[in-house]
């Protein structure tokens, strides 16, 4: 049993030099913002009057389904507010950076056909997936001895040397725990698109199980892995049962994915591809439809997901708005139109910032899709495909088209999944966003994502090996914006990116003058992607 794990250290060595970069920008986002985050608290919330302003916020249904359920002391200290805003967040992003590396360290050069050539060697069958492992862990260990450390320096009112590194051994142990998910999907599936794709519909599932059970009753919160992080508590009383839960799950995990590794053939899935037709339809005719075959199932699987995340959120409009129900005594006061117009204002509120979250998530099948012209040009399958005649151009909007095109059905889907569900939930239909709203909701944001599609096209065109720069541009701009408000940043730090460049919608109206200049500088972006792929060579494996 030991040959098969030969040459582990050495391999793990290798992924650690190999992903050097993606890991200091990892480490170097994730430390910076929760220990500047950190350092800034002291500021915003270092009074009992500023904390009792946020308390009840927190505990309202809306901030618990976006950021957790937490319990405080009767007066809780600065840790504790902290805490409550930053822990789920801040796992949520570390989880994105496990599911990269992971899937990237197995499926990705299994895919490149690195695996192979490793295995020609004298390694053992499970050395690569150990190697992955390891490294993941490595680059969490490392994660949380900065929190833990940085956290100690923040002098916030309420924070523990068990509090700070409790919560920063939970966010890594969990995380850690969807990071070996991921190497186990890599395993059932027989490429990476696939291997992802699985991996964020399992984790999309633990955070509708969190919301859901957050906002109904948080004692089933148990039921999901990403809930097990709220448990902690850390600077109220410390628990570490789900830091044990999660490094149990974390290793059962391993297990299963060494066993399927064992029995599968290498380059093959443990789920077979089913087959395809014995002849082509009449369909794939040209570099579009034979897209599509290829990426449906993503395209689908994305908007699907953004509908059903949507449609979550969409549940709890009646506990977010329905203010008559929860002070039965505000109707005889105030009368009930006024307390109509202000849960109505309620749900608008919420909506506005639900609309940033969807409009950042259905950025990302767009930006994928308009990677994907790269990630198969360096891959040698655009070389049958530029053998015949087909010109670069119309390759080119082939893949840009459909990915602008996947991200505007999704977002459109999504938005209106929310407020047609959160209204047919509400007690009082009177609360609900009308139709104008619904519309405003969609034009409002829809410029942001072409930006951030078009920001992808130009670097493809020009400069393919900076691409990850606009995923990162991409997480800042959703940072600023969605937690802006709570962390109290400036104006100018809203308006880094597209996000920020349009009003809150449905909150305000839509800006036509941005929208217009936004779409033409979306447009601007491919015109000048397109224009540098015509001009670059290909890298052709």
């Keep these: 049993m030991t040959s098969r794990f030969a040459r582990t250290g050495r391999l ?14 990892w480490i170097l986002v994730l430390v910076g913002l929760m220990i500047g985050v950190a350092f800034k608290f002291t500021d915003i919330f270092g009074t009992q009057h500023e904390i009792a302003a946020i308390k009840d916020t927190l505990k309202s249904p809306a901030m618990v389904a976006l950021l957790g359920a937490f319990k405080f002391t009767n007066n809780p200290s600065t840790a504790q507010i902290f805490s409550t805003e930053m822990v789920v967040f801040m796992t ?58 940085g956290l100690g320096f923040s002098d916030m009112h309420g924070i523990t040397t068990e509090g700070n590194w409790t919560v920063a051994i939970g966010l890594a142990a969990v995380s850690l725990a969807f990071g070996l998910l991921a190497l186990l999907t890599a395993q059932l599936a027989d490429h990476s698109a696939s291997a992802t794709g699985l991996t964020y519909a399992l984790f999309g599932l633990a955070y509708i199980v969190r919301m859901m ?81 290829r990426e449906h199932n993503v395209i689908i699987g994305w908007i699907i997901g953004l509908a059903i995340l949507a449609m979550t959120y969409g549940s709890i409009y009646n506990s977010v708005g329905d203010m008559l129900k929860t002070n039965p005594t505000m109707q005889q006061v105030f009368g009930s139109n006024v307390l109509h117009e202000a849960n109505h204002a309620m749900l608008v509120s919420f909506t506005s910032t639900l609309v940033i979250l969807l409009a950042t998530l259905s950025a990302i099948p767009g930006i994928q899709l308009v990677y994907k012209l790269y990630s198969d040009e ?12 087909l010109s670069r151009t119309r390759l080119f909007f082939g893949y840009v088209g459909t990915g602008l095109l996947s991200s505007i059905v999704a977002f459109g889907v999504a938005i209106s999944t929310l407020i047609l569900v959160g209204n047919a939930t509400l007690s009082h239909p009177k609360d609900g966003l009308t139709t104008f709203e619904l519309w405003q909701s969609i034009w409002g944001q829809l410029p942001a994502v072409l930006v951030f599609i078009g920001i992808a096209t130009a670097i493809i065109g020009w400069w393919p090996r900076i691409r990850t720069l606009n995923w990162l541009y991409l997480g800042l701009g959703f940072i600023t914006l969605y937690m802006g408000g709570m962390l109290k940043l400036p104006k100018w730090a809203q308006h880094l990116s597209p996000l920020g460049w349009m009003n809150k919608v449905p909150s305000h109206d839509v800006e036509w003058t941005n929208f217009s200049w936004m779409l033409v500088l979306s447009l601007v972006l491919i015109l000048i992607g397109w224009w540098g792929y015509r001009r670059r060579d290909l890298h052709m494996s």
């Design 92 to 149: 949520i992003t570390q989880i994105i950076m496990n599911i990269m590396l992971g899937v990237h360290a197995t499926r990705g050069e299994e895919d490149e056909g690195i695996t192979e050539l490793i295995r020609s060697r004298a390694v053992g069958q499970l050395a690569p997936l150990s190697a992955a492992a390891l490294e993941l862990v490595i680059v969490n260990a490392l994660v949380a001895i900065l929190y833990g450390i």
């Design 12 to 25: 793990t060595g290798l992924a650690l030099r190999r992903d050097r970069f993606r890991i200091l920008i």
């Design 378 to 389: 360096t891959n040698g399958w655009l070389e049958s495909l530029y053998a015949g005649p």
């Design 213 to 293: 059970t957050d906002v109904q009753n948080p004692d089933y919160t148990w039921w999901s892995p990403l809930g097990w992080v709220e448990k902690i508590s850390p600077y109220h009383h410390p628990n570490w049962l789900p830091i044990v839960l999660a490094l149990l799950l974390a290793l059962i995990l391993f297990i299963l994915a060494a066993i399927i590794n064992l029995q599968r053939d290498l380059n093959a899935g443990a789920i077979a591809t089913r087959p395809g037709r014995r002849t082509a339809s009449t369909f794939l005719r040209g570099p579009v439809s034979l897209l599509w075959r």
